[in-house]
Structures are given as C-alpha cells and as structure tokens.
C-alpha cells in the first residue's frame, strides 16, 4: 500500500501527532515485500522457450550454411543451399536461357503468398461482420457468450479433420454439386471444386475465419457504449459512426487477427495436400520435401526464406497499425 | 408495446440481416464436419461422397479392428497422455510467468515477446529446427521429449494471456491481508492466491490440452517412431480415402468437443465457487 505523505486529516480531536520514528521503522519491517521472488517464476518457462524455441530457430539458421553431403550435412561455411535456391532456373544467371525466371522455390514462395493474401482477405470479409454482429447487436451477455464460443469451438478440434471434412463436399458427386444440380443453377457436375484454386481457398478460409473473429470481437466489445450514443446524438449517421470510431477503434484487433492468421497460412502444408491432391506446393511442403530426402541444408534455407517473407508482412501490417499502442 | 417508428423497424431489419448471416456462417464453419458425420454411416458399398448407400456402423466397425488404420488405439492413447501433460506444464508455467509479470522486472518485454514467438513461429519451422538439431546431436526424437517440448512452446502463449487477464482483475489486496496476518508465501498462495484463481488455470489447461491433442504440424517430424492420433489421421489418408477415415475424423471431433465441454462445466463451477 502507498504510504501516506500528507498530514492525516485533523479529526474530531484536533490534529494528531506524527507517530514518531522508531514506530515508523518497525512498521516498515513487518510490511514485507509480497510475493514469489521473480526469478524462480520465470526461470523454468524461460528456460524452456530458449531450449526449444530460440536455439531450434538460430540453428536454422547456422544449419542453412553447412554442407549437404547427400546423406546429412557437415560443418562449414558455404553459400551452395542459396546458390541453389536462387538459381535452379537460371533466375540472376546471365548466361542462361531463361535468365530472370524465378526459381521454382521463389516461386513457390510467391505462390504461398499469393494464396495467404487472398485467404486473409475472404478471412476479414466473412469474419468482421460476425465479430460486428456478436460484439454490437448482441446484447445479452449470456447470449454473447455462447454465440462467441460457437464460433471459437472449431478452433480447440483438429484443423486436419476439419480439412478431411472437405471432401465430401467438394467432390464431383459433392454437396456442393447436388445443390447447384438441384436448384438448377448448373445442369452438369462442375469439376473446379475439389483439387482446385477455389476449393483450396475455400477450405483454407473456413479453416482460419474463427482465428480472426476472436481479436476483432475483443477490440469492438472494448468500445464504450456512450461514445456511440454521442455521436449518434450529435447526428452521426451509421455509416460516419463506423468510419470515424467503430473502425478505427477495432484496427488493433483488425492487425493482431491478420498476423496470426498470416504467419500460419504462411507454414500451411497440410491442406494443401488433402484439398489441393498435392497439385501445388507451399513452402511448408518444400521445406518437407527436402528433409525427406535429408537435404538438411536446403530445407533450413527454404525455411529462413519464409521466415523473411513473414516477417516483412508483419512489418508492413504493424505500419498500418500501430497495435503496441493499443496493448 | 411500443411503437413501430421507422427507426425501430430499420434497426429489427439490421439486426435480422445480421442474424440470418450468421446462421449462415455457422452453417459454413460447421458444415462439412456434419457432412463427415453422416458420412462415416455410409453402407458398406458406399464411397467418399455422397449419395449414402444404405446405413451402416460397417466403417465405424472397421475403426475398432486394430488392422485397418495401424495402430489407432495406441496412437490415441499417446495423444491422450501427451495432451494431458502438456496442459499440466502449460497451466503451471503461464500461472507462474502470469505471477511474474505482474510487478516490473529485468527483461520483462524481452521475455513476453518470447513467449508470443511461440505463436508467431509457423509448427513447420520449429519442427523443423528442432528435428534437424536433434539429427545433429544424435538424439532421437519421441513423441513424449521433442513432441512434448514443442507442444508446450505453443500452448504457452495461450494460457499465458489467459492468465495475465486473470491476474488483471485480481485484486492483491487480498493477498497482502493474508500477508499482514502473518501467512507464509506458500500459505497465501494456496489459500488466497489459487483458489480465486482456478477458473483462469483450467481455462489455461483447456488451451493446453486441445492445442496439444489436435496438433499436427509440430509433432510432423519430432514424433519418433511411435504416431500420436494426428500423425494417424494423415498416415490413412495418403492411401484411398475410404469412410473409415471419416468415422475416425468423427470420433476424435466428438471426443474434441467432449473435452472442451468438460473444460467448460469445471470451469464454470470453479467460477460459480470463486465469487
């Protein structure tokens, strides 16, 4: 507790006399600093996440400037792995014919890209309105909660199941394609659903929306009330009350739901296999691929370029938005 | 009743729209798990898609004979045992880390980026650095050692921001009362601090042992030689994708949801206690 450092009040009695020093002292002694020392709390956790999250990761690094020996790799310093990245197609290689074109692991990396952008925008487009819908129409916080957690249940059961769970519905006897049968809109099976771009992004946005639900519904469920009601009371229409408070005020939530969605479309590997049939490779497969085949080095150099890759659009996203503010 | 002002009218409107897309929402996210649930009864004849070809408990059937999908029971009883000790780390650590964080200290924002790493960091690459730094060394990787570790950097996160709400609200007060009544740190502890605390820790725990149960990317290359119940479900279906997989993909959804029903019900009553 904070100590007192102004005269206590004069009473009824009339102004009470400074205790004197002594007694200052002792109480001092008895009111010891609370708590667990801090050090012990944080040693075990911390020397956990150094063992098995920074040494694995700098050792990525250290691992993507050894030697492959076809069987292993060995010690030493050599820039072949991303000699061989760059160059397989002849991409910064003057004397090739195709000089300029993309590797086919940069390649692969821009297509992982590609798909991660346009996931993450169906991802906003569905997913604000149900954090909207559930932080501001709601009302009822009984309601608010189960709705909310509805939402969030396909998060805690396995992302692999739920990619499985595609199958049925996109193949060419799918749900999807009786429906479109039945209600006339197509008068054959369509084939572009399973094993293709569209049923790819579709699985990969019903997979990730629920992960960008949760933040933005925390950050629009933090908005007072009152500042909506005076706005509306100066007559804001709803379209001004959205622009001026409601979306600014939601942004951080906004940028921490799409970093956490984009750092892990960034790693997808799996789905890809299940609903695209393999027919393209992310990143995440490369990087398997090639530790498959015990090519150690060119898997951590794959992989140190898809961690720069995701750094720099976290980067670009923390310039939007400047959530460290907001935390 | 009130009156029927065209505000009012316009703001039902809204909020039907809205209600409407959410059903449909909900229909999206939950959609093709249904769709695998009535699948996994397809007769025996039956394929992949539909239409169902009779009923049958014949592929659920095949689930329990040991032959068809490898060894099922063993991979789910890994999991099990692995989740199970992952939520036990995870709730320890993100109480002890939480409790931590509550005064300021040395390298406090070093460490809480740290631990944030391990949700940023994608499973393929942590598998990846660790599985290749373990080849190195010579040490072979199972799945209750390097499984177990990396399940923890990221379940930790979770249950770490559970927790620091948790001790957000927590009114210290309380604890320096014990303090000044002469209790022990440890005493205080285990009759103030824990107790107003539990609801946090299960909720924490239930981060814990979902994430760790379904994970799938991070336990790729650090299992060993024995699958967990995820590594399963991808082993069958690099061969023909037969229903058996779906009454497998059902059964784990709904031991999933059971689970987390069984987190909340705690969870509540610890609450209900707490206040």
Known sequence: MAQLDHAPHPGLIGAQPAPPPEVVEQTKIYRREGGFPISWL????????????????????????????????????????????????????????????????????????????????????????????????????????SLFLVCMVPFWTSYLIRAVAWIPMLGRRGLLNTFLLYMDIVDKPVTFLLYSEFGYVMALVQIYVVLIVGPIFFSLAKIDDDILEAARDMGATSFQIFREIIGPLSLPGVAIGLIFIFVMLMGEFATAVVVYGGKTSTTGTVILNFYGVANYPASAVNALMLMLAMMIGVIVILRVVNIRKEL | MAKWTPERRKKLWIKSGYSVYFLVF??????????????????????????????????????????????????????????????????????????????????????????????????????????????????????????????????????????????????????????????????????????????????????????????????????????TLPLDINASMTQRIRPTLFALGTASTIFSLGMIGVFLGIYSILYRRAR
């Open chain 1, 42 to 145: 944080v040693a075990p956790a911390t020397l956990w996440l150094f063992l098995f999250l920074v040494v694995p990761l700098l050792s990525i690094v250290v691992f993507s400037f050894w030697k492959s020996t076809g069987y292993g790799m060995e010690p030493g310093f050599t820039l072949d792995a991303y000699q061989n990245y760059f160059e397989v197609e002849g991409f910064f290689d003057a004397s090739h014919r195709k000089f300029l074109t993309p590797s086919v692991f940069v390649s692969t990396l821009f297509s992982t890209f590609k798909f991660t952008v346009v996931v993450m925008f169906f991802c906003l487009l569905l997913g604000y309105p149900i954090a909207y819908f559930l932080a501001m129409q709601v009302k009822a916080f009984k309601w608010q909660l």
């Open chain 2, 26 to 227: 909900v229909l999206f996210i939950y959609g093709p798990m249904f769709a695998m649930f009535v699948l996994s009864f397809q007769g025996r004849r039956g394929g992949t898609s539909f239409p169902m070809r009779g009923t049958s408990l014949y592929w659920w059937g095949k689930l329990i004979e040991p032959s068809t999908v490898g060894d099922m029971q063993g991979a789910l009883l890994r999991s099990l045992i692995l989740a199970l000790i992952v939520m036990v780390i995870t709730a320890v650590f993100s109480t002890m880390l939480a409790m931590a964080f509550r005064k300021k200290f040395y390298g406090a924002g070093f460490l809480f980026y740290t631990v944030m790493a391990g949700l940023m960091v994608p499973g393929v690459l942590l598998s990846l650095g660790m599985a290749t730094l373990m080849q190195f060394l010579g040490i072979s990787p199972h799945w209750w050692s390097s499984a177990l570790a990396v399940h923890v950097v990221w379940t930790l996160p979770f249950g770490f921001l559970v927790m620091m709400a948790v001790f957000n609200r927590f009114d210290e007060r309380l604890e320096e009362a014990a303090r000044d009544m002469g209790a022990s740190e440890w005493t205080v502890f285990k009759e103030v601090t824990f107790p107003l605390i539990l609801p946090g820790v299960v909720a924490a725990g239930l981060f814990g042992f979902t994430l760790s149960y379904d994970e799938f990317a991070r336990t790729t290359l650090l299992a060993g030689e024995f699958n």
